[in-house]
Antibody
């Protein structure tokens, strides 16, 4: 059974950095693209980033482009989200998810398996 | 940027049929996916590629698409169906995942 576990969330001051991790089990991690999605309190789902199976293709949502960086280590079955210059508007529950597509040629799909989420709070 | 439009809320009594639309320009060219989101829980994929159901999703839940509108239909709604429902596509023009604003389904 596919299992995704996020970690690294917490409370951080505005302008600081945080790194989230997503560790996968029960799947051939290196065959799938991976996604990050967040949900701010009381708001809808917001897409954050996607990374292809081999890490060569990465795309970002408008609200995080230039501040967040997605990466992956296929040898460790883990994806990361490096979040810099955090703002209060980044406060949200952050989910990682598997994309059934590999992301070859920049073709992605969505999310078929989700982690349980990790909470990020940006506040002074 | 590409936009998906959903009604903010749908309310109905148990046993009725919920119809949740999702509109977007050129939606006919895209695969539409639907997620159920309950408070405190991770989202769950309930329909993928317009009208396919993942294993474990009841047949009461179905998807369809016609031109610029995709539709999630939940027959014989139950209290347990109460949740927010989101449609989603991948936009290859902007290289973005796009979510609709979500529809809150309330079972009266």
């Amino acid at each position: 059974q596919v299992h995704l576990v996020e970690s690294g969330g917490g409370v951080v001051q505005p302008g600081r950095s945080l790194r989230l991790s997503c560790t996968a089990s029960g799947l051939t991690f290196s065959s799938f693209a991976m996604q990050w999605v967040r949900q701010p309190p009381g708001k809808g789902l917001e897409w954050v980033a996607v990374i292809s199976y081999d890490g060569r293709r990465k795309f970002y949502g408008d609200g995080v482009k230039g501040r967040f960086t997605v990466s992956r280590d296929n040898s460790e079955n883990t994806m990361y989200l490096e979040m810099n210059n955090l703002r209060p508007a980044d406060t949200a529950e952050y989910y990682c998810a598997r994309d059934p597509a590999a992301g070859r040629d920049g073709v992605f799909y969505g999310m078929d398996v989700w982690g349980q989420g990790t909470t990020v709070t940006v506040s002074s | 940027s590409y936009v998906l439009t959903q009604p903010p809320s749908v309310s109905l009594a148990p046993g009725e049929t919920a119809i949740i639309p999702c509109g977007g320009d050129g939606l006919g060219d895209k695969g539409v996916h639907w997620y159920q989101k309950k408070p405190g829980l991770a989202p769950v994929l309930v329909v993928y590629y317009n009208n396919d159901r993942p294993s474990g999703i009841p047949e009461r839940i179905s998807g369809s698409k016609s031109r610029n509108t995709a539709t999630l239909t939940i027959s014989r709604v139950e209290a347990g169906d109460e949740a927010d429902y989101y449609c989603q596509v991948w936009d290859p023009v902007s290289n973005r995942v796009v979510f609709g604003g979500g529809t809150k389904l309330t079972v009266l």
